[in-house]
């Protein structure tokens, strides 16, 4: 009897003040929907740093007939030096740090680069090409010791780690991450003081009735319990609407769109990640609802 006097109350506390209810149901919808979607994003960035990470190779360039580095000064890189670099990556110094090595003569780099280019056939011939050493290693975060090991070798014209043309992506998609947390904290500030506000609101309509309350002993827990659930109410359908969205989100933007459109991607964020939010944005919503009402009606009843 007593739980659903309660909720009686925190019902007619939700009518009274329903304009007040909707704005904080709206406010807490926008701001719960940007921390769905930052910790989407840092699942993805997360997702596709351990994809390329474990596919991403050190590349060691051999000098061709038309390159400039100072190593390069005799041309083309003869076979003694092919010979050293070889000799140098199956070394036991560097046994433990490379996985495999794949060797790309001068036809195969010819042919790959007439695939991407074709006008190149024109103005290059396979004799201008170079061969490369392609490393898959242990730990892509050692490249730097192969980069140390080789540049400035005689014949080697450039040692490139791959992961270098990937991070400018990475570092792009943690900005955009920043500046979604960053819109979410201040909805979610706006979206507690709300909260607050409706509370204090809620309580001077009802100043009466608490009165009354009081007069006939009723514990300050019981009477603040209806107030504290008509925020959690509130914040509760703002969070179940940011829900929806997060789910919707990745269902018809990512499975539906950018799975299509965007090749070089291969991982992304699914369903079940979705799933994996709703509930930590449930629980945010609610939380800081519980807190911000409890808050604003201890404050209320000592004034």
Not at 43 to 68: E, H, L, N, P, Y
Not at 188 to 196: G, N, P, Q
Not at 276 to 286: E, F, R, T
Request: contains cysteine; glycine residues 8%; charged residues 15%.
């Amino acid at each position: 009897m007593r739980i659903g006097l309660i909720l009686g109350e925190a019902l007619t506390g939700l009518r009274r003040n329903a304009s007040m209810v909707v704005s904080v149901v709206l406010v807490t919808f926008v701001s719960l929907t940007f921390v769905g979607a930052a910790i989407l994003m840092q699942m993805q960035i997360g997702t596709m740093k351990d994809f390329w990470v474990d596919r991403a190779q050190v590349a060691i360039s051999m000098c061709s007939a038309v390159s400039t580095a100072t190593t390069c000064t005799g041309g083309t890189a003869t076979p003694e030096q092919l010979a050293e670099v070889q000799a140098k990556l199956e070394s036991p110094a560097l046994a433990g740090i490379i996985r495999d090595v794949a060797f790309e003569d001068r036809q195969y780099t010819y042919d790959r680069i007439v695939e991407l280019e074709p006008g190149y056939a024109d103005i290059l011939t396979p004799d201008q090409a170079w061969e490369t050493f392609r490393l898959n290693l242990v730990d892509q975060t050692q490249s730097d010791v192969i980069i140390e090991a080789f540049t400035g070798m005689a014949g080697v014209e450039e040692v490139r780690d791959e992961m270098q043309y990937l991070e400018p992506l990475f570092s792009a998609l943690t900005v955009a991450t920043y500046i979604a947390v960053g819109i979410a904290a201040l909805m979610l500030v706006a979206a507690v003081l709300l909260i607050a506000t409706t509370i204090r609101l809620s309580a001077y309509a009802r100043r009466r009735e608490i009165g009354i309350m009081r007069l006939v002993g009723a514990s300050n827990r019981f009477i603040q319990t209806p107030f504290v659930l008509e925020g959690v109410l509130a914040a509760l359908i703002g969070s179940v609407l940011a829900s929806g969205a997060v789910l919707a989100g990745v269902h018809f933007g990512v499975n539906g769109y950018l799975r299509e459109r965007i090749n070089f991607v291969t991982t992304w964020v699914g369903i079940g990640d979705a799933w994996v939010v709703v509930p930590i944005v449930i629980g945010i919503g609610v939380l800081l609802a519980a807190l911000s009402a409890g808050f604003a009606i201890r404050r209320w009843l000592r004034a």
